[in-house]
């Protein structure tokens, strides 16, 4: 997997770092009482406006949503067949200063990689965790090897 990698949120095109900060504001309103990990997601899409996300947990726990796939699920409610150009994801956890980006799950991996898979133009990806470097990769595909694709069905 190749992606780049920014010591610092200021070292970031302007773009892409407005992105990562509409990300952290999204992770305020995060409802995450059990594990007390917060993530925000925002998403960049090719019109131009930028939908929100955070995870949304559960008592019970398998219902707990991911912010990056509420962030899609709304860019895809609110504005139907509109590409996702950049998602920017970050993190923030009660118990400890996460110092290194949060990649997403294997389950929202395979939603993001579906996503651009059907758009047909690649969603850049930018990860941070509450401090630390910034990771920026070129696609969804890129963190997801040998993927399970529509065309298989
Ligand atoms: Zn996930």
């Known amino acids: ?6 010591a610092d949120p200021a070292d970031l095109p302007p773009a892409e770092r407005s992105l990562l ?6 992770l305020e309103n995060a409802y995450a009482p059990y594990s007390n ?6 998403a ?6 930028v939908v929100p996300g955070f995870n949304i947990e559960n008592a019970a726990y398998p219902l707990c949503l991911c912010a990056e796939r509420v962030a899609l699920a709304a860019a895809e409610s609110g504005f139907p067949g509109i590409p996702v150009d950049v998602l920017a994801i970050t993190v923030r956890s009660a118990r400890h200063d996460v110092q290194e980006p949060a990649s997403p799950c294997g389950a929202c991996r395979q939603v993001l990689f579906e996503k651009e898979w059907r758009q047909g133009s690649n969603i850049r ?3 941070r965790g509450a401090t630390g470097p910034v990771y920026v990769l070129p696609s969804a595909q890129s963190l997801l090897p040998l993927s399970f694709d529509p065309d298989f069905l």
């Open 44 to 49: 960049l899409l090719e019109n131009g406006e």
């Open 37 to 42: 990990f917060l993530v925000g997601a925002a």
């Open 125 to 127: 990806i930018i990860l």
């Open 1 to 6: 997997m190749q992606w780049q990698v920014f």
């Open 21 to 26: 900060g509409r990300a952290v504001e999204a």
